[in-house]
């Protein structure tokens, strides 16, 4: 046999109930670490037998396999991944699902990208040129996916600028750039805990994440709230300070209209007033208290302020009318009717000012990254699908 080449390397699976899984994981985890030192490292928080069957693999594998059996679930799936990092072997660990929809045959890929030098992450994603998230199932699991990935987006734009897919389970990470101390995992996104938390450069390789083959999807709703409050707890106060900002600003467009209206003025007069003059003091004001930490590498503030003069304003246009038809078709409060408006708005306010107005500038390495397939692409892809088979979100 010849010398080991490359990297030595951790594999690191977490698994829950993964049992018929493990002897084709290990056989073909083996088969891409062919000629390099490595070790598969279990971090099993099952409740059958996947624990003996993985021993049972092990005793035969051409490969070292270890086991961390957790009888407690703390921090789920990414509290096992953090574990993992903890007792690796080797600095450079590949943390992949348990469920076969990460392909290992994706491991020398993520290696050899590593090896370049100038990543400290390198992410498996679906969202880039090559990639596909077909084993997502259904096009209404690839909505949520996109959408969760754009409001992670929106809500960390310098830390995840440069991340297609903040979302993958199937990432190498080295160790020595990451701090484990503190991590404070909660739910499936134990990559967004990382790239959130460290100071760590990211590079990407296009991965067709796979269908199921065994077992049953861990994603749920409760998996859903779970990632929604962990996303709420990592940065929750730059949305919190948008939200603040807003209701300040609907206040004042409410008393605009309300003292304008009283004067006489008509009311779809009055709310355009409105809108215009909470346009320009929110925008001021998110300017200096909400992303503060990111305009210096956005682009300059007049092109920052005619992008959110000119997105408000189309909103506004929108949101008027609509207002206009609460109001006369079914009689309500022109107040109500505005302040109704103006919280379905605030989303869509949010996710353009985080990924558009304040967007980093364009980079000279940027035309060397891979196309990003079109949604609409992807939601054909989808919907092609003949049968849900749900992975990670």
Known sequence: MGEPVGEKVTIIVPTFNERDNVAELVARTAAALDGRDGEILFVDDSSDDTPEEIARVAAEAPVPVRLIHRELNTGGLGGAVVVGLDAAAYDVCIVMDGDLQHPPELIPALLERHERGDADV?????????????????????????????????????????????????????????????????????????????????????????????????????????????????????????????????????????????????????????????????????????????????????????????????EAALRIPLMALMVENWHISSVLATAVSLVVAFFARFLFHALVVYAPRRRKDAAEEPPVDTAALKVIRAADAEAMRPGEL
């Open 122 to 314: 390198v992410a498996a994603s679906r969202y880039i040129g090559g990639g596909d998230s077909g084993g997502l199932g259904t096009a209404m699991r690839f909505g949520v996916s996109r959408g969760a990935t754009w409001l992670t987006k929106a809500m960390f734009p310098r830390k995840l600028w440069r991340s297609t897919d903040p979302m993958t389970g199937y990432f190498l990470v080295d160790r020595r750039h990451v701090d484990a101390g503190q991590l404070q995992p909660q739910g499936f996104k134990i990559l967004l805990e990382i790239l959130v938390r460290s100071d760590v450069r990211i590079a990407e390789v296009p991965m067709s994440f796979g269908e199921r083959r065994h077992g049953t999807s861990k994603a749920s709703m409760r998996q859903g709230v779970t990632f929604l409050a962990h996303l709420a707890r990592l940065r929750f106060g730059k949305m919190s300070l948008f939200a603040l900002i807003g209701l300040v600003g609907a206040v004042a467009n409410i008393g605009i209209m309300w003292l304008l209206t009283k004067a006489g003025m008509d009311y779809v007069w009055a709310a355009i007033i409105g809108a215009e003059a909470t346009i320009i003091g929110n925008f001021v004001l998110q300017e200096r208290f909400v992303f503060g930490d990111v305009r210096d590498d956005a682009r300059s503030l007049w092109v920052r302020f005619a992008a959110s003069f000119a997105f408000n304003n189309v």
